[in-house]
């Protein structure tokens, strides 16, 4: 069990309830982990002051009016300089530029509320999953932990939970239904990364 060097990136307009139920983890001591940099693309983003209430080290790098190779760049100079050593993204809407992929290789986690391979890639993200799922008809949603590659949603799978789809479920309802199960999922999946008990095999990732 080592502890965890965790950046995380929360997205523009995420709330950061998956960074502060990470937090609430490390706190309880069920998640040997620090978080070393709150990384936003933008100042205003909430995901963003509430990485400040808890006095967690925030950083904000745009994508705006930079190359990918740029945003690369300074990613990589931040992470550097937190001296991180993992990566979760919780919220976090971007392609993560591929030097940084590729910097962090199985170190880069990612939360997405759908059971992937369903409900995933370009521009899923959020309520447009939710109203997928419930305009598809399935009877079942959750949400999905897994590693990061250079795609969209399909890295390596490491943890899902399955939460019903209701006959009366709006987006909203099924996205506030899923929530809690994201807040325990993530850094469930992160313990066992830092356990160093995860092993990924091709697609598979198995528990030794
Ligand atoms: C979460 O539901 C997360 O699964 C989703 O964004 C929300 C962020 O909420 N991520 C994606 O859709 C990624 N494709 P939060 O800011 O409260 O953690």
Redesign the pocket.
């Known amino acids: 069990m080592s502890s965890l060097r965790l950046a995380v990136f929360?997205?523009s307009h995420?709330?950061?309830?998956?960074?502060m139920a990470i937090q609430s983890a490390v706190s309880a001591g069920n998640l040997p982990a620090e978080i070393v940099c709150v990384i936003g693309t933008r100042a205003d983003a909430p995901?963003i002051a509430r990485a400040k209430q808890a006095g967690l080290p925030t950083k904000i790098v745009s994508p705006k009016d930079r190359s990918d190779a740029e945003y690369a760049d300074v990613l990589l100079r931040v992470l550097r300089g937190a001296n991180a050593d993992t990566i979760a993204l919780?919220?976090y809407?971007r392609r993560l530029p591929s030097p940084v992929v590729q910097s962090f290789p199985n170190r880069i986690v990612?939360?997405?509320?759908s059971l992937l391979p369903a409900f995933g890639g370009h521009g899923?993200?959020?309520e447009k999953?939710h109203q997928a799922v419930i305009d598809t008809g399935v009877k079942v949603s959750g949400?999905t932990v897994h590693f990061v590659d250079e795609e969209f949603?399909t890295g390596p799978i490491i943890s899902q939970k399955v939460v019903p789809v209701e006959d009366d479920d709006t987006a909203q309802t099924l996205?506030a239904r899923i929530?809690p199960y994201?807040h325990a999922a993530f850094p469930e999946a992160l313990a066992l990364l830092a356990s160093g008990r995860l092993r990924v095999e091709g697609r598979r990732v198995r528990r030794v």
């Open positions: 929360v997205g995420g709330r950061g309830s998956n960074l995901a919780a919220g809407m990612n939360i997405h509320p899923m993200y959020g999953v949400c949603d996205a929530l994201e």
